[in-house]
């Protein structure tokens, strides 16, 4: 179960189980003078803590996150950044019953099959609150970014059908943290929250579809062949548990589309080379061209429903039913985006260093 | 430009330019014993060479595959496979007036403001030809995984709008080969067809969805988080030129779902564990769960095409129109299915190795 | 600074300073099902720990490891293992007046011109102290080769010039740990342990040389050309701070014979292929061939000695004169030892693991 | 056998065997814009090409390097870099009859042990010719390094207990290539050569110790923790065959010394911070401090000798003799001066890249 590693020259580690002790993330790679404290992470990792709305987890963490290494007198010095946040609302007992049942949509069963044994409280190392590590790390990531003057910002475009209209990236800084779940269009954002009422309502779930746009990226950043940028990004995405499809710029629209209108038209604007368009979603051969980066992610429903399910009981080889307890969100899109912000900025900072873009010793 | 090196256990690494003299592949961390010679590289290479239809460009390449190293009284040794194509059907006249205007939708301009020097004959390494060192290396991962009764196959889905209808397994090895689209449903193949010979006529180009499925993979292959299995296909599947979308099982299908629709049941079949559907495109959280292992990618039309096109003269920093002249592929959809089962195999063998599926050293 | 990782299927990676809160390591690709608790690590942080005899610096530190992750139920469960062990002895006040001279032999000069930051508190990140998470992880090495019969062993072979007796393995085991300066020939520990002494009272140093021997190394550990065992093995031991060169078997020594003399002798022994002798310690063409595998160290002087040394004062640019008062070692071989066994513990699982020799997914 | 690749950013890829039809390597990673033609790489295999004196072996090889891709118009593109060695003078026929009977102290038993199946002829994968790969990637590090003002020169230091008298950097400019034993002492060399004539004509070999310096490293070159660059030197110098030690500085002797003899008092000298002696060769904390790098490696005789040895038949499990009859170099540490300096150069260019001191995309 090696795995738990990601990047090159900006590697973080995570660690941590849904119900153990504590989760954690060591970062490693990160250039030295940039002034970092608790609160810097503290503001992300609030945007995905649980129990903020009614249409999350009820499971109530304070996720506080202390720093641990690699920060003194304010600044970081080079050495990896260890960040602990400790687990404090941890509750079992719904998953006892469950040892033997594995949940359907989840990786109970792929887990027992790997591994032949499993941490089965909440999920183990499979939960999502192993996204606390990225989050943490990505605010890292994000104030190196900052210095670049580069934004990762991500909004719900889609949920069970409801479709955000399109909206600029002013109307995304301006409304996409105002509602609970996300959406950068108000009125779709009231629609988008009755549809998670009434999937809960029902004992049940609900997909969606969650869009992260960075902004400011040079042109140059990315690989050729295997470690396109592109592929950095899909790679660093589809890594987040429920994600079941990652596109970039125009995405699967483009099989629809000829060449006539998919290729982005290079022109001159203010004496610089750019595109009219951004079908290309700021991506050419793997590499980017100064246009925003621009991803999305399709994120199924949360495997964990409380209606009735049919699965099989491991232990006596026989078929089984089960209703589901814990708590869980009933939509996974709203609080996917500081996730998958993470994931892009942890991207381009790796790709960024790896071309020479960020200095990997030192800031300034 | 490092990032010409894909795989962890079982690595590949590709060179070689369009119109350079040679493409190839160094194929490295192949176990011992396994029979292999030029035609078992030739076949692969021979299902996405060049010129063998009207719907595919009209550069002649015998793609004629030399095995240089790692292959002893026919098997193989362990060491290193280094595998040598010569390029033959070379003009590069087209592309000396396309020197200082990139091509709309093509990494011209990104090479060019990344590295500031580049060779633009025939798209240099940003060229579709980078492809053949993965067919080659791809043909000696499938000989690996048909040793472990895993096979890997690829069609294409959808063309312009133009949908298959579902096939069975049986259908694909039927009928996908048979026809130049590579449909495997024979009637939406006809209409592609057709679909591409209008866009060639109009000097444009079609985008498409190709799917691959990989049949046999065991349980438990894939590490957690940042390994998935489905995070590793992402990478190695987006890493082709052209793809701009990847999705496993359901995809983006999955966002319009509810969990109870999503979740495949859990049943007993033949005294085994098994879904009744497969949404989950056979992995769950991030490793196999026995199922048929599902993707699909989503294919941009050529760029390439000879409708004049709006883009910019480097030099001189100003405005310019283009009509482009080489070779090309109106469609790359049937073209690429080598290519991504290639990138699919590539990625199932590392991914095993690393799970103690098949071993590193020797067969059998 | 990334570069606090190793390993690339078994994964350490250690983060902490000297004199921040805390020192840690993550170990990423334990196979699930070996029985793990805090006294198996705690065993061996003892023998590192400082504080233990008169020889050794006297910070106290009770060295308390805490397994946060990774473990359930006494086992573990192939997820990350993260420990913990908080600094509790700090003592930072000699360390203000070293800030801008920097200690000849010392770390301090290149940190500040490679980050232009620092925590010159104890050394920060370059300390000694960073070994804690190298030997807690070596502890769950060590476990995992113990179920496949491999145990690691070493001891101080010379000191400042004197020389142990050559020593059987049995004597290593009998005798090595019941000294202060571990060394397996009791006569020479008694001299060691008065040159120790004698350096201490003088202000001073002093050098010296460790062997680690592993025993029962299966055949075929180590890949060809660049991943060699004996690179490996160099890789990791010389990335230990004070060690400043390692061989292998005869090592040195080979420069001085003649092939006649260094070739071992291929022989059956109880219908088993071996060799008479063990000038290739173990290992040929980079692969282990089933003997034990030795390798020693050469430890150079601690640095930080209180006789009065020549710097400059970085912020005047002007030189300057210093005595060093910290609490030090006066001689690092003793204490290395346990490090050095670590650093083969995971070296040799990781390319064993490599090799499909170690399941990476679960114990037996 | 994965294990052919070598480096993070600038990595390089080796292939081929002893009596193939070729070796070669993939070099990615360069920077675009150098100037790079096949006579750059000639002049570097001229130096480890054999048959050239009487003291190596009578094997009569071109070693003619084709560059296959990456360089355009005379100027690398930031592509991989593919060269191409034709073996020629192949006879395998000495080593038909060695086939079953492995050789004292070569990687015929653990390479049989580890695949079960090899390629018997000349070593196979495991021969010194492997090093033709290294030595031409080490020509293009080398340019890379010479942009930077940095030399890397190797010399032979002692053979068969003969010690070159100290030399300064000027010397080995001056002496070094002057003679075939490559001892910048010449009178040294002269007893050296006649030490090589004397152990063939026995049929016998003998080793050495060679000493590899660059000049010219800026400070700050070098990772914390494992990734120190005296442990890159390390991995990359113990992975050449035959080495059996490396030591860096003062390296085994610092074991003798005391901390006031070992540190090196720093001082200023022109108005920069240097130090005084340079016992550290170069490196504290495992990062550049800005003196000469200096490494020595022991180089263990030849295994291949024709005096009578006892070794078994595999295939009979039977104790035998051997008579080795192929060409072989009675002594390697003279041709090893190239390896060692290619793979010095290689560690250099890709530390250098990944501290940002060395572009990763373009040159200037």
Chains 1, 2, 3, 4 share one sequence.
Not at 1 to 30: K, P, Q, Y
Not at 174 to 180: G, L, R, T
Not at 224 to 230: A, C, I, N, R
Not at 260 to 286: E, F, P, V, W
């Amino acid at each position: 179960m090696s795995g738990n590693t990601f990047g090159t020259l900006f590697r973080i580690t995570t660690w941590g189980e849904s119900h153990g002790c504590a989760v954690g993330v060591v970062i490693d790679g990160c250039p030295a003078g940039i002034p970092l404290d608790d609160a810097d992470i503290q503001k992300e990792l609030d945007r995905r803590r649980p129990g903020q709305s009614e249409i999350s987890t009820q499971r109530r963490e304070e996720d506080r996150a202390e720093i641990l290494s690699g920060v003194f007198s304010g600044n970081t010095t080079g050495a990896p950044i260890s960040i602990l946040v400790r687990n404090k609302d941890v509750d079992s007992s719904k998953y006892e019953e469950l040892r033997n049942t594995p949940r359907p949509g989840h990786a109970d069963l792929t887990y027992e099959l790997k591994y032949g044994f499993r941490d089965w409280r909440g999920g183990g190392r499979s939960s999502a609150r192993e996204t606390v590590g990225r989050v943490a790390a990505g605010a890292v990531a994000k104030k190196i970014l900052a210095i670049h003057d580069i934004e990762v910002l991500g909004h719900v475009v889609e949920l069970g059908g409801i479709r955000a209209k399109p909206v600029s990236i002013d109307e995304i800084y301006e409304n996409a943290e105002k509602n609970p779940v996300r959406c950068a269009d108000p009125e779709a954002a009231v629609e988008m929250a009755a549809m998670i009422h009434a999937v809960r309502s029902e004992g049940d779930s609900i997909g969606g579809i969650v869009e992260v746009i960075a902004i400011g990226v040079p042109a140059g950043v990315g690989d050729p062949v295997f470690d396109k940028l592109s592929a950095g990004l899909a790679h660093g995405l589809v890594s987040i548990g429920a994600v079941k499809g990652v596109e970039i710029g125009a995405g699967f629209g483009s099989a629809l589309m000829k060449g006539s209108q998919m290729n982005d038209t290079i022109a001159i604007r203010d004496g610089k080379i750019t595109t009219i368009t951004n079908n290309a979603g700021g991506i050419l051969g793997g590499i980017s061209n100064g246009e925003p980066v621009v991803c999305r992610i399709a994120v199924k429903p949360t495997p964990s429903i409380s209606k009735e399910q049919h699965t099989v009981d491991m232990r006596n080889m026989e078929e089984a039913r089960i209703k589901i307890k814990g708590r869980h969100d009933p939509s996974i899109p709203p609080r996917i985006v500081p996730v998958a912000e993470a994931m892009v900025a942890l991207v381009l900072v790796d790709m960024m260093m790896r071309g020479g873009f960020i200095n990997t010793s030192r800031t300034g």
